[in-house]
């Protein structure tokens, strides 16, 4: 297994592992978004294409096993305090999320990690996780973030197994993109 930096080659495949890492919020937004002659998928897959934002295959590490993408983790460095997004022109269930992510800013911020079903247990989450100081460093961070529901305790084990500590949580806004209820975590990592 190799881990390689995303090319806008990738969008699709970098697409088709949000919506299995976004709980259902990255397809929320897309469907609203697309293009009446395409797919939120499709949709997705283009801007993952593009350069300009977040979430962009700039920001995409992947795990490849002989050409064939396996995994990814797409993280970038949240903005400074001053630059963060006004709470108030978010949706309802988005702002439990976004208040966490400005609880830490300019760090690491790991948007989402997931893996093809095909491939999971064989440590290719771990293996991108283990590569998250180094993109961290490079991106000038000296802390990593991220955020997981509480009611998704397989990936609330690997990151504190990982050394990453809950510091800080919200309760979920319920909404019918995705299935949780609870709190959402904040976890941090020196780097």
């Known amino acids: 297994m190799d881990i390689i930096n ?3 080659d990738h969008g699709f495949a970098i697409a088709e592992l949000a919506l299995m890492a976004g709980e259902g919020i990255p397809d929320y937004f897309w469907e609203m978004a697309r293009r009446p002659d ?9 801007r993952a294409a593009s350069a300009d934002q ?5 920001n ?12 990814m983790l797409l993280g970038y460095r949240l903005p400074e305090a001053e630059e963060a997004d006004d709470l108030d022109t978010l949706p309802d269930f988005i702002r439990p999320l976004v ?3 400005q609880q830490v800013p300019a760090s690491y ?28 460093r490079d991106a000038g961070c000296e802390l990593a973030s991220v955020e997981v529901f509480e009611q998704n305790p397989g990936a609330l084990r690997l990151y504190q197994r990982l050394g990453y500590q809950i510091v800080e949580s919200r309760d979920v806004v319920p909404h019918p993109c995705y299935p949780y209820t609870g709190k959402v975590f904040l976890l941090t990592k020196p780097v």
């Open 99 to 101: 208040a966490l992510e």
């Open 38 to 46: 395409q797919s939120s998928l499709e949709y997705g897959a283009e």
């Open 109 to 136: 911020y790991i948007n989402m990690l997931a893996t093809y079903p095909a491939f999971r247990g064989q440590g290719i989450g771990t293996a991108l996780m283990d590569r998250v100081p180094e993109w961290a």
């Open 54 to 58: 977040n979430f962009s295959f700039k």
């Open 6 to 8: 995303a090319t806008p």
């Open 60 to 71: 995409a590490h992947l795990a490849v096993d002989q050409d064939r993408v396996t995994g």
